[in-house]
C-alpha cells in the first residue's frame, strides 16, 4: 500500500461523519477520516469506457441510475484498480472492520496490490450520474504459484480458511480440479452513505449478476467458490442465485492482533466460512435476475423475483417464461 499523504482539504466533522475503528492514537483517527473522505470525493463516470478489452458483465439500469462492470484486475487502469481497493479501505474504516491504527502506521491509502498467479476478478457498481462507487464484489485467486488438487496437503490455504482454521476445500477434490480453479469472494460491499432507497435494494442484485455472468464467461477457469459471509446477507443472496453451500458452524476465527484485519472477527455476529462449486443452473438464475433489473421481467417487484429463485432452488418453481421476460435480450 502506499502513502497518499494528507487527503486534499480539511476533515469536517459534520452530520454522518465517519467515526474510523477504536483507537487511542488522534493520529490514527484524523488519518481514517482523511482516507474515508478522500474516497468520497473520488468518480469513476469513465471506468467502464476505459476498461481494458471486453468486460465479463456489463449490468445497466433502464433508468440509467446503477451501471455495473466486471472485469480482471489486468482490464483496469491502474488508477481505477487503486480507487477499487481504496474505496475497499475506505469501507472497512466505516464499519470497524479494519485497524486504524495499522493503516495509518503504514501510510496505507487503499488495500494491496494484487501478485497472483491468476488474476482475481472485480465487480464494482457505480452511480451513472455521479460516479461515485456504490458496491464492491471481488474473486480472489489462491496463492498457489501452481494450481494443486484440493486436497493437496501442499495447497495453501485461503484467507477464510486460515482464520476459521478449517479446510473448506478438500471436499471437492476431483481429478482436473486444481486449486487455481477455487475464488474466495471478497469485501461483499455496498457503500454506506448510501440512503435506503430502490438504488440501495439494487445495488446487491447488481453485484450478484456481475458475479454470476463473469462467472459463465469464465467457465471452467472458476469451478469452486468460497469465503466467510453473515447468514441474512451475502449467504442469502448466494442461496437465491443457486448456490449449494456447505456452511461449516461454530468455529472462532482469528487473526493475530498484528494484522490489520483483525477487527473483523471480533463482531457480535461473525460471518461464517462456506464453499460451494458454481452451480451447472447459473444461466437460468443470471436470467431471471438479468430481466428484472433490465425492466423487461413480467415480475412486479422484487418480492416475486425472490420467491421465484427460492421455489426453482427448493424444487418446487417452474422455469420462468423466459421469452415472456425478455431474458437475454
Request: charged share 25%; aromatic share 6%; glycine share 8%.
Amino acid at each position: 500500500m502506499n502513502a497518499p499523504g494528507r487527503a486534499a482539504g480539511p476533515v469536517l466533522r459534520g452530520a454522518g461523519a465517519p467515526e474510523p475503528a477504536a483507537t487511542r492514537d488522534p493520529r490514527a483517527r484524523r488519518y481514517a477520516r482523511d482516507i474515508i473522505r478522500l474516497h468520497d470525493r473520488l468518480s469513476y463516470r469513465l471506468l467502464p469506457l476505459e476498461l481494458r478489452g471486453d468486460p465479463l458483465s456489463l449490468v445497466e439500469d433502464p433508468d440509467g441510475a446503477l451501471v455495473t462492470v466486471t472485469g480482471r484486475d489486468s482490464q483496469f487502469p491502474s488508477r481505477y484498480l487503486k480507487g477499487m481497493l481504496g474505496f475497499r479501505l475506505a469501507q472497512y474504516l466505516r464499519l470497524n472492520w479494519i485497524s486504524a491504527d495499522a493503516v495509518h502506521r503504514a501510510a496505507a491509502f487503499h488495500e494491496p496490490l494484487p501478485h497472483s498467479p491468476v488474476e482475481n476478478i472485480h465487480t464494482v457498481t457505480l452511480c451513472a450520474r455521479s460516479g461515485k462507487i456504490r458496491g464492491y464484489v471481488g474473486l480472489a485467486c489462491s496463492a498457489d504459484p501452481e494450481s494443486l488438487p484440493l486436497d493437496s496437503p501442499c495447497r495453501m490455504p485461503f484467507p477464510t480458511e486460515a482464520a476459521h482454521r478449517v479446510d473448506l476445500l478438500g471436499r471437492y477434490a476431483r481429478p482436473g480440479l486444481g486449486s487455481h480453479q477455487a475464488f474466495e469472494f471478497k469485501r461483499f460491499l455496498r457503500d454506506q452513505t448510501m440512503p435506503r432507497d430502490e438504488q440501495h435494494s439494487r445495488v446487491p442484485w447488481h453485484l450478484m449478476l456481475g458475479i454470476g455472468e463473469a462467472l459463465l464467461a469464465l467457465g471452467d477457469g472458476v469451478r469452486v467458490v468460497l469465503g466467510d459471509a453473515k447468514e441474512h446477507v451475502a449467504l442469502r443472496h448466494l442461496r437465491l442465485v443457486g448456490f449449494d453451500l456447505h456452511v461449516v458452524e461454530d468455529t472462532s476465527p482469528y487473526l493475530c492482533a498484528s494484522d490489520p484485519m483483525a477487527p473483523i472477527y471480533r463482531q457480535t455476529v461473525v460471518a461464517k466460512p462456506f464453499a460451494a462449486p458454481v452451480p451447472a443452473d447459473i444461466a437460468w438464475y443470471r436470467d431471471v435476475v438479468r430481466s428484472y433489473l433490465d425492466g423487461t421481467s413480467h415480475l412486479a417487484s422484487w418480492q416475486a423475483v425472490i420467491t421465484t429463485l427460492a421455489a426453482r432452488r427448493a424444487g418446487t418453481g417452474q422455469r420462468p417464461d423466459l421469452a415472456r421476460e425478455g431474458a437475454g435480450r
